[in-house]
C-alpha cells in the first residue's frame, strides 16, 4: 500500500499512514483512526531493567521445588527484548438486568467486592462499575498477553521518547475501536453475571440495561520478553516491566526429581506384574490394580522425563 499522510488531529502534524488500524502521532503521541480520536493515549511505566528483571525471576524461580539449587548462581541472562503492547482499557458503569426482580435484598458488604468496583441490587437491576481490558493486538490473544487486566491507574500519557528512552519497541493496535467497544461491553455484562452467580449461589446472567459511563483508553504495557540458559539450554520467560510479574515461565527441573520419578516408575511397573501373578486368587481386583499401577508407571515415565516446567500463570514478585 502506497504511503500517505493523515493529519493528527490534535497537533495538526502530518502522521505517515501505511494502512495500520490505529496511529499514533510522533509528535503529541496522540492515537488516532482515519475517523479520528480514539480516547486517551496512556502507557506503563518502565520500573525495572533487564538485570533487575532477572534477579527477581531467579528469586521467584526458586519459590517452585523443581528448580535446581544452584539456579541463581548457575543461570545466564540472553537476551530481553522490551516490547509495549497495546490494549483498550474500558470503564464501563451502569445497570446491567440480571433477571427477574429478586423479592429480597443482601446487605451491603464492599468490603468483600474486588478494588475499584460497587454493586447495589435495585429491583432486577445491578449497579456496577468494571474495568474491562481487551487486548488490541490479535497475535496475544492467545497466550499470556491475552490474560493481563489493566486500569488507568498509574499510568501516565503516552510518549514516543520514553519508549525510545526505555528501548522499547512498539507494536502497533491491529483490532479497531469499535470491534473492541462491543467486546468489552459483553466483557463487563460477563464478570456482572459471574459476580451474582458467586454470590446466590445460582446461575445469575446479566445483560446491560442503562450504560451510563463508557470511557475508553489506549494504553501501550511495557513486558520483557527474555531468555537466559541453564547448563548449556536456553528457556524463556515474560514479565511485566512495571510490576515485575511473571507471566509466563519456563524453568529447567532438577536431576534429582528426575531419578526419583524414574524409581516410582519402576516400583509402579513391579507391583503392578505382582499384581498380574497374583491374579489367580482374586482375578478381577488384580486386574484393576494392574491397570491403575500401569498408569501410575507412565505418568512417572513422564515426569522423569520432563527437563523442563512451563508456568503459565501470573505470579506476583
Given amino acids: 500500500m502506497a504511503t500517505r499522510t493523515l493529519p493528527c488531529p490534535y497537533c495538526g502534524a ?126 496475544d490473544r492467545e497466550g499470556p498477553l491475552g490474560r493481563i487486566k489493566l486500569s488507568p491507574a498509574g499510568k501516565v500519557y503516552f510518549s514516543y521518547r520514553r519508549v525510545a528512552q526505555a528501548g522499547g519497541a512498539l507494536i502497533n493496535p491491529d483490532v479497531p475501536p469499535e470491534e473492541a467497544d462491543g467486546e468489552a461491553l459483553a466483557a463487563a455484562a460477563e464478570y456482572v453475571g459471574e459476580v451474582l452467580t458467586r454470590r446466590y449461589g445460582r446461575p445469575t446472567p446479566a445483560e446491560p440495561a442503562e450504560v451510563k459511563e463508557f470511557t475508553r483508553r489506549l494504553v501501550h504495557h511495557p513486558v520483557y520478553s527474555c531468555t537466559y540458559e541453564y547448563q548449556g539450554r536456553t528457556y524463556r520467560f515474560l514479565a511485566d516491566a512495571s510490576d515485575s510479574r511473571i507471566l509466563h515461565a519456563e524453568i529447567p527441573v532438577e536431576a534429582k526429581f528426575r531419578y526419583a520419578a524414574s524409581a516410582a516408575a519402576a516400583v509402579s511397573f513391579g507391583l503392578a506384574v505382582s499384581a498380574l501373578l497374583a491374579a489367580g486368587a482374586a482375578p478381577v481386583f488384580s486386574l484393576v490394580s494392574a491397570t491403575g499401577l500401569s498408569a501410575t508407571g507412565l505418568y512417572c515415565i513422564y515426569r522423569a522425563a520432563r527437563r523442563t516446567i512451563v508456568k503459565r500463570e501470573f505470579y506476583a514478585t
Wanted: aromatic share 12%.
Fill in 14 to 139: 502530518d502522521v505517515e499512514w501505511h494502512g495500520e488500524v490505529v496511529l499514533t502521532c510522533p509528535y503529541c503521541g496522540t492515537a488516532f483512526t482515519k475517523g479520528g480520536e480514539i480516547g486517551e493515549h496512556l502507557m506503563g511505566s518502565v520500573n525495572y531493567d533487564p538485570g533487575s528483571i532477572f534477579d527477581v525471576f531467579k528469586r521467584w524461580a526458586l519459590r517452585i521445588p523443581e528448580t535446581p539449587n544452584d539456579f541463581v548462581e548457575a543461570a545466564r541472562l540472553g537476551t530481553c527484548r522490551l516490547e509495549f503492547h497495546p490494549y483498550w482499557v474500558y470503564v464501563v458503569r451502569g445497570a446491567f438486568r440480571c433477571g427477574e426482580p429478586y423479592a429480597f435484598l443482601l446487605p451491603s458488604m464492599p468490603t468483600l467486592l474486588p478494588p475499584g468496583e460497587s454493586f447495589a441490587l435495585a429491583g432486577g437491576l445491578e449497579e456496577a462499575s468494571v474495568v474491562v481490558t481487551i487486548p488490541a493486538c490479535r497475535r
